[in-house]
């Protein structure tokens, strides 16, 4: 399941008053989703890592106190309470369920499942998200190497299951908005969409979502005017992210970039599209183009007018027949409906479209 598909089905489990289980591989996004999707809902969001925990932690040491036994409060559940006291919504995100001890583990499970543990006891107004690594024991992910301590059956029939796989076209519509991912690095991943995700690479480390973030973050100041590093230290950063057969064929990629990709504002900003912008549009390889049309469709969600569809439909008669229908496929399946109607509406955008089948 991807991204979208998660976010979406989450809000609909915790409306039912269940708990979600979010299983992927590291680095494909879960962490970044359950941020999004507090700031959607406007929930106060606390995370426990079990993986940081030891026994007891959670639980909290037993003191006696007028001949009593009373628990220490875990700071995070004291940061629930305030959250609560001041009238907020809290979401309890509990990340790395089975890569903690099984005493750990069973300690949480009190919490999440009978939502209380050694005398505290968590509000109606908390909502909760577990999420883990996959485990070789399940179908899906026969090949899996993660250290995990499974759960038992009762306790997995407790939550709702979704699988979140990495999408590369979601990423990329990311990547280009609020991710801030350079425009070479995601003109690299669109040319070699195999290296966006290795999870089964033979390689030690594997390239995720997560390690082209650090890889664009790298690439930025390594770029930047007057930068003080190398290519080869640069080279070196990405290298430790994404491993060494895919450095090399993003050092060869880089070097060979001859110029920077035409930008939605100039092309939105001529009256009459110019003869040597068409050939230059013409004459780029499919993986820019790719990346020219997200840039462009990203603007016309910004600006979204009457001649701005009108360009954009005039872009897209340039494009070769089978880019341009799985562009067409993709704006009505991942963009919003207004938008794909709006261009319905315009006569360059259908005459673009029915050539494919009539121009020979």
């Not at 999440?112 to 968590?122: D, F, P, Q, V």
């Not at 090949?143 to 759960?151: A, F, H, K, R």
């Not at 991943?189 to 999870?199: D, G, K, N, Q, V």
């Not at 701005?308 to 399946?333: Q, T």
């Amino acid at each position: 399941m991807k991204y979208s598909e998660v976010l979406g089905t989450i809000n609909l489990i915790i409306e039912t008053d269940e708990v979600p289980l979010i299983v992927g591989e590291s680095g494909i996004g879960k962490t970044a989703l359950v941020h999004e999707l507090a700031r959607e809902n406007k929930y106060h969001l606390v995370i426990i890592d079990a993986n940081l925990l030891k026994e007891g932690e959670i639980g909290g040491l037993p003191t006696v106190n007028n001949g009593e036994t009373v628990y220490a409060t875990h700071y995070k559940l004291v940061e629930i309470k305030r959250a609560l006291e001041e009238g907020k919504r809290v979401l309890l995100f509990v990340d790395e369920l089975n890569r903690c001890e099984h005493a750990v583990q069973q300690e949480l499970m009190n919490l999440i499942l009978n939502r209380e543990i050694n005398g505290y006891s968590l509000g109606g107004n908390v909502s909760i998200i577990a999420a883990m690594n996959p485990s070789s024991k399940y179908d899906n992910f026969r090949d899996s190497e993660y250290q995990v301590v499974d759960m038992d059956l009762a306790q997995e029939d407790r939550f709702v299951w979704i699988e979140m796989d990495s999408d590369i076209k979601e990423w990329i519509k990311w990547g280009m908005g609020k991710g801030e991912i350079h425009a070479d690095i995601i003109e690299f991943l669109s040319a070699f969409p195999e290296y966006f995700h290795t999870p089964d690479s033979r390689e030690n480390l594997k390239a995720t979502p997560r390690s082209w973030e650090r890889v664009s973050k790298a690439y930025k100041i390594y770029k930047a005017p007057g930068s003080k590093y190398s290519l080869n230290i640069f080279l070196n950063v990405v290298r430790g992210n994404v491993g060494e057969s895919i450095c090399i064929d993003f050092a060869n990629y880089i070097s060979n970039i001859k110029k920077q990709l035409i930008s939605p504002e100039k092309l939105f900003n001529y009256e009459v599209l110019p003869v040597e912008i068409k050939e230059e549009v013409e004459g780029e390889s499919h993986s820019r183009l790719y990346i020219l049309m997200k840039n462009s469709l990203s603007y016309v969600e910004r600006k979204d007018n009457e001649s701005n569809i009108i360009r954009l439909s005039e872009i897209l008669k340039l494009y070769p027949r089978d880019l341009r229908l799985g562009i067409m496929k993709e704006i009505r399946k991942d963009y919003r409906k207004d938008l794909y109607e709006k261009l319905l509406d315009c006569d360059e955008f259908l005459e673009s479209f029915f050539e494919i089948y009539t121009r020979v």
